[in-house]
C-alpha cells in the first residue's frame, strides 16, 4: 500500500482515506461520499478496514465486534472505492514475542474527558492508529465522522499538532429514519432495546428544544438527563456534558452555539450521540 501511495503522490493524484473498523453502513457511504467530493474525478479514494485492538480495553467487544468483509467489500465496489485496506495485526503492530510493540501516540489534552475518561486506553489507541494509516496511505485529504465528535477533534489537534499535511474532513452524523445514530454495534440492539435506545437523540433534541428558551446551568441539565435516562428500561446513562465545539473544553452554562455529547448501555451496547446546540 505504501508503494502504491507513493507512486501516486508522485504523480500528483490527490488521495482521499476513510479509516473504518467495517461493518459498513450509510453512515461510511456518506464519508466515501464526502471523500470522493475532495479529491475529485482524477483523485483516488481508499478505505481503510481494520478492528484496532489498541482502542479496546480487554472488557469491550473486540472479539464480538461486527465484521463481514465480503459485504464492505460489495459496498466499496458499488461506491467506487478505488482501494479497501485490509491490514492485519502483524501489518499494524508488527512484533515478535519477546520485543512487543511499545510505541503509541498519545494527545494529552483533548483526551481525558468524556470518551477518554470512560475508555481509559481508547484515544491512544486510536490516535496510534490513524497516525500509522496516515504514513502507509499518505492521504491528502482524510474523512472521518462527527458521531465520533470527540475522536475527530483529537485527529485533528493530532494533525496540527504533529504536522501532518493533510486535510481533516468532519462529515454530518447519518441517522436512521428514527433518528437513532448510524452505527455498526447498533446491530446489538434486539427487541425493546432498540426502542429504548431513541432516548439518546430524543434527550438530545429536548436539550435543543430547551436551550433555544433560554440558557440553563449544566449541572442542572446534567440531573434532568440522569434522571430521564435511568427512567427508561434497560439503559444506564454513562455521561452527558456540554462543551464548547472547537477546544472541548466544557462549559458551566450552556447556550445556544454550545455542543452536547451523550454515551449510555442500552442493554450490554454502549451507544454515543451529540449534537450542536
Known sequence: ??????????????????????????????????????????????????VNPTQFAPSEDFSRYPR????????CRHEGVDVVFTPSDKDMYPADPDNAFSTYVVEERLSSRMEGASRRTHFRGVTTVVAKLFNIVQPDVAVFGAKDYQQAGIIKRMVRDLNFPIRIIV???????????????NKYLEGDLRTNALILNRTLKQIQRSIRRKPFAATRLKRQVRSRMNETPGVRLDYVEFFDPETLEPVSLVKRGAHAAIAAFVGKTRLIDNVRI
Not at 501511495?5 to 479509516?19: D, H, K, S
Not at 462529515?171 to 445514530?181: K, N, Q
Request: charged fraction near 25%; avoid cysteine; charge should be positive.
Open 171 to 185: 462529515a454530518p452524523t447519518v441517522r436512521e429514519a428514527d433518528g437513532l445514530a448510524m452505527s455498526s454495534r
Open 1 to 50: 500500500m505504501q508503494r502504491v501511495a507513493t507512486t501516486w503522490r508522485r504523480g500528483e493524484i490527490r488521495v482521499g482515506l476513510v479509516p473504518t473498523m467495517g461493518y459498513l453502513h450509510a453512515g461510511h457511504l456518506s464519508l466515501i461520499k464526502q471523500a470522493r467530493r475532495a479529491v475529485g474525478k482524477r483523485g483516488k479514494v481508499i478505505l481503510s478496514i481494520y
Open 68 to 75: 463481514d468483509l465480503r459485504r464492505d467489500l460489495r459496498l
